[in-house]
């Protein structure tokens, strides 16, 4: 993984000589004021006053961000002659840099590339993009290792992921302390998500890839161990640090090395948050029991013994469907313990009116560990509803 990790307390030193090696005058994109309250900011904005480096903000990007970010963001970059993308924030805003700097050496618009990325097909490959320098302030999304992005279309109510190699940030300051200001509700949906990530890549078909399994078996258990803690005890370090460092894990290539599967939850729950804008590990916490209980069966149920005997602790000897209905059962119950919402209603979608559009959208047939059809997905939104 070529992203340049500076992890551990104080590693905002870093951040000048970071810029420095990829340019000198910087976009400096951030949320809607979280960095403003928790000093974050201050000590940025700080770093690159005494530096000399000159900046240019873009700010206010919110959860789900939205194309027309990244078109403002490209103008800026654009109009001041600027060389590096500092994003300052989590996924949202990791997100919107990576497509400023990819649509910046792109004429049309940035859509196009979404759309392109998104489906794998040509015309418009990326080969080349601002550099990314990123300060992480949430465990979460993972984006600061990965070469992905997911945008929110707000005229065509879409969103949808895409990735290309040169958007991986080529840097990125960890400093956990920063973390310390998430709100309990951000911290646990930051939990879910993480362990999403995981999931996604540890239920697959291929076999023997052992040691995959037992990096996600060990990023998920890293999540069960310090996720109450974080939430209970927002500034306890070793929880902080270990879940931030999770959250880069579960998703920066390693652990789908070799045993990679197409990802179907993930596309589900855009759809709730393009429809509905709700926060993305809120509509995961929603569908994951269901997304495992679909993909349960007689065939598939060793996958889900394993999942239980070494993350859950459940005990081996017991009936194979007994252990897998167990495992999910106790994911479940560690999201309730965390707070989550268990329902769609409960995150404001009230009716299966768009249901059917959505899940066409959703469909992911080939390379998945369990195929998702359009009927599928629609039975898995009503009995989340
Ligand atoms: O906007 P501000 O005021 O900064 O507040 C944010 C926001 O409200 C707040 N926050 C962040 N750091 C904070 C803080 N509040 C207090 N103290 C801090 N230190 O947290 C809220 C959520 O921020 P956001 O960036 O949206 O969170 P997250 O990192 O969970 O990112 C979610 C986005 O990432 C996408 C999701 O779809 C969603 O749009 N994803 C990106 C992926 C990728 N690039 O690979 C993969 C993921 O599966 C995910 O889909
Ligand atoms: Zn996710």
């Given at each position: ?9 104080g590693q ?7 810029i ?15 960095i403003?309250?928790?000093?974050i ?23 789900n ?15 001041h ?7 300052v ?7 919107i ?8 050496y ?50 065509t ?6 990735g290309?190699?040169?958007m ?7 400093d ?11 911290t646990?949906?930051?939990?879910v998500d ?19 399994t ?7 258990k ?5 996720g ?25 290539s ?54 239980g005997?070494n ?14 209905r ?57 009995k989340?509803?």
């Amino acid at each position: 993984v070529p992203t340049k990790v500076h992890f551990g307390k104080g590693q905002i030193s870093h951040l000048a000589e970071e810029i420095r090696a990829h340019g000198s005058k910087v976009l400096l994109v951030y949320g809607e004021g979280s960095i403003k309250r928790n000093g974050i900011y201050a000590a940025v904005t700080g770093i690159l006053n005494e530096g000399g480096i000159e900046y240019v903000e873009c700010g206010g990007i919110v959860p789900n961000p939205r194309i027309s970010s990244a078109r403002k963001g490209i103008a800026l970059c654009r109009e001041h002659g600027l060389d590096v993308v500092l994003a300052v924030g989590g996924g949202s805003v990791i997100d919107i840099s990576k497509a400023i700097a990819a649509g910046y050496y792109y004429d049309g618009d940035p859509w196009d590339l979404v759309l392109t990325g998104h489906r794998k097909m040509p015309p418009f490959p990326v080969e080349r993009a601002l550099p990314i320098v990123a300060v992480l302030t949430i465990a979460a999304a993972g984006s600061e290792m990965d070469p992905s992005a997911v945008i929110n279309n707000e005229d065509t109510w879409d969103k949808l992921g895409f990735g290309y190699s040169p958007m991986r940030p080529v840097s990125v300051i960890m400093d956990p302390q920063y973390t310390y200001s998430v709100p309990r509700d951000q911290t646990a949906m930051g939990v879910v998500d993480i362990m999403s990530h995981a999931m996604e890549s540890y239920f697959n078909n291929v076999p023997g890839a052992y040691l995959q399994t037992k990096i996600s078996e060990a990023v998920l258990k890293t999540c069960v161990r310090y996720g109450m803690r974080a939430c209970e005890e927002p500034r306890d370090y070793e929880a902080r640090a270990n879940l931030m460092w999770a959250s880069s894990w579960a998703i920066n290539s390693m652990i789908a090395r070799g045993c990679r599967v197409v990802w179907s939850l993930h596309p589900m729950e855009h759809e709730l948050s393009a429809f509905y804008d709700v926060p993305h590990g809120a509509g995961l916490a929603v569908l994951i029991p269901y997304w495992l209980r679909f993909m349960l069966s007689g065939k598939t149920a060793w996958r889900f013994v394993e999942y239980g005997v070494n993350v859950w602790g459940i005990d081996g000897s017991l009936d194979e469907m007994e252990v897998a209905r167990r495992s999910i059962e106790k994911t479940k119950a560690f999201f309730d313990q965390l707070g989550m919402p268990t329902t769609l209603r409960q995150i404001g979608i009230m009716d299966d009116r768009d249901f059917a559009v959505m899940a066409k959208k959703s469909e992911r047939l080939d390379g998945a560990f369990v195929p998702l059809s359009k009927e599928a997905i629609v039975e898995i939104f009503r009995k989340a509803l």
